[in-house]
Each structure stands twice: as structure tokens, then as C-alpha cells.
């Protein structure tokens, strides 16, 4: 069982960057692949990257390369999302998401959630 807490949405401009944290429970997060999954009024909940249980191994979503960055520190059994470059059309709330499998980019393998965090990108 593993219980996820994010942190650090808000609102910014475009432009600026914002870093979101993602705090776990649980003595077996090393073990867990971890990812950010982001919902935007009216769509569906996309994946945006995630990370393999030992940090070694990551994927992005094509909308993020080059401007987010998924890290995650077992010692503290935090995840976290750095994101620059920020745009409007990121504006969201943004999920982080376990998995006992490994590395995946299906949503259906991602078995704890946490409760999500908005992060606004005014124009």
C-alpha cells in the first residue's frame, strides 16, 4: 500500500517554472515506478512522464520533452517534477501515480493516485 501527497502547484506565467513534489508512504516506494499524469478541463488524464524504481530509466510525454524533468529521491520516497518553460495550454491538475510494474505508460498499471495539485499558466 502506498499513499501519495502532492505539493507545489500554483499559478504563474508563462514562461516561469514551477516544481511539483509528490510524497509517499510506505517502506517499499524504491520498489514502485512512479509517474505525473495531468488532467485539463474537458480532456482526459494524460501521462506526462515517469520514472523506473531506481531513477535510471525515464519517458516523456512529446509535449514535455526538453521542458520537464521527472526525478525522484528514494531515501526521502519523494518524486518530484521539475517543470520550465511553462505554458497556457499546461495548466492542469497534476497527479503522481505508483506502480509495481515496471516502467509503463499505461494509466490501467498505475495502481495509487494521490489526490492531484492545479498548476495555472496565465498567457
Known amino acids: 500500500q502506498v499513499q501519495l501527497v502532492e505539493s507545489g502547484g500554483g499559478l504563474v506565467q508563462a514562461g516561469d517554472s514551477l516544481r511539483l513534489s509528490c510524497a509517499a508512504s510506505?517502506?517499499?516506494?524504491?520498489?514502485?515506478?512512479m509517474a505525473w499524469f495531468r488532467r485539463a478541463p474537458g480532456k482526459e488524464r494524460d501521462i506526462v512522464a515517469a520514472?523506473?524504481?531506481?531513477?535510471?530509466?525515464?519517458n516523456y510525454a512529446d509535449f514535455v520533452k526538453g521542458r520537464f524533468t521527472i526525478s525522484r529521491d528514494n531515501g526521502n520516497n519523494t518524486v518530484y517534477l521539475q517543470m520550465n518553460s511553462l505554458k497556457p495550454e499546461d495548466t492542469a491538475v497534476y497527479y503522481c501515480?505508483?506502480?509495481?510494474?515496471?516502467?509503463?505508460?499505461?494509466?490501467?498499471?498505475?495502481?495509487?493516485w494521490g489526490q492531484g495539485t492545479q498548476v495555472t499558466v496565465s498567457s
Open positions: 501515480a505508483a506502480s509495481a510494474r515496471g516502467l509503463t505508460w499505461s494509466r490501467s498499471a498505475y495502481d495509487y
Open positions: 510506505g517502506r517499499t516506494f524504491s520498489s514502485y515506478t
Open positions: 520514472i523506473s524504481w531506481n531513477g535510471y530509466s525515464t
